[in-house]
């Protein structure tokens, strides 16, 4: 196959999808990973494709990008989703305080943690419903009125939280060298008093997230401390991420469903 034919591919795969990652062309192609790097960065070059963080986007996805309503988002890529949750509940230590944002991937962190003695802060209306029925740890939950498309509470006119936590755990619709990035421009605004008050910012975010660019950027790289994604990732982004001075840590989605189920 020539360098005309595989380019012409890789936009034909972008007319039905708004990206598609390295290791996706390098299955589709049957080339290596620096071929396929070379193919994305013509097409960027001639302006014919956009080459994002791990794989390469068509010049419409931008203007197409948003975020799914929770109910969906939730049916996406679930068992990656527990995995990286698993992993980060391992993360916290009885009597620790915690922050859980709003999101699917977050919201699996929650349920996990309802049984622990744990003090729980999070802005999600999902999340704190689910605790306040079925939960035993200590919840705290934002104030502020209801916001239904991305399902936080937020106010405001309402300060920082009067605590500090140990660890913020974040989800993401995108993520890049930018730093974390979503499509609704609450999220961002909703963030920041969490973000004033946690030592530490984990993202929760499944290997899809590495190829979104959303808009609005919630937490810069420089403020996330750890990335824990699953085991879909391509390495040269893990260490592109590292190089940022993130630490990766991979959940391996196979394992824990088989460890999960004994």
């Known amino acids: 196959m020539t360098e005309t034919e595989r380019q012409r591919q890789i936009i034909t795969m972008l007319e039905t999808r708004p ?54 988002s939730s049916d996406l890529a ?7 949750a698993a992993m980060a509940a ?11 944002a709003g999101g699917s991937t977050c919201h699996q962190l929650g349920l996990r943690l309802a049984g622990r003695s744990i003090g729980l802060y999070t802005n999600s209306m999902p999340l704190a419903a689910a605790l306040g ?21 937020y106010d405001p006119q309402a300060a920082a939280p009067d605590f500090f936590a140990s660890r913020l755990f974040l989800g ?26 946690a030592d530490d910012v984990i993202v929760l975010a499944d290997s ?19 990335l824990i994604t699953d085991d879909g990732v391509q390495e040269d982004d893990v260490r592109i991420l590292e190089d940022a001075g993130v630490t ?11 460890d999960d189920k004994t």
Request: proline share 5%; net charge positive.
């Open 78 to 84: 679930v068992d990656a989703k527990r995995a990286i």
């Open 172 to 197: 993401a619709q995108g993520l890049g060298l930018e730093g974390v990035m979503e499509s609704h421009p609450l999220l961002p605004v909703a963030t920041r008093p969490m973000l004033e008050r």
């Open 19 to 72: 990206f598609a990652t390295v290791r996706e062309l390098i299955d589709m192609l049957s080339v290596s990973p620096a071929t396929v790097r070379r193919d994305i960065e013509k097409l960027h070059e001639a302006g014919e494709a956009r080459k994002v963080f791990g794989g390469v986007a068509s010049l419409t996805a931008a203007s197409r990008t948003h975020a799914l309503p929770f109910a969906q």
């Open 208 to 226: 899809r997230k590495l190829s979104v660019r959303a808009r609005f950027v919630s937490c810069p790289i420089d403020r996330v401390s750890t």
């Open 133 to 153: 029925t079925h939960g035993a740890c200590q919840l705290s939950v934002a104030g502020g009125a209801l916001h239904r498309e991305p399902g936080i509470l």
């Open 90 to 100: 391992d993360l916290c230590r009885d009597g620790d305080m915690v922050m859980v």
């Open 248 to 258: 990766v840590l991979v959940a391996p989605v196979a394992a824990w469903r088989a």
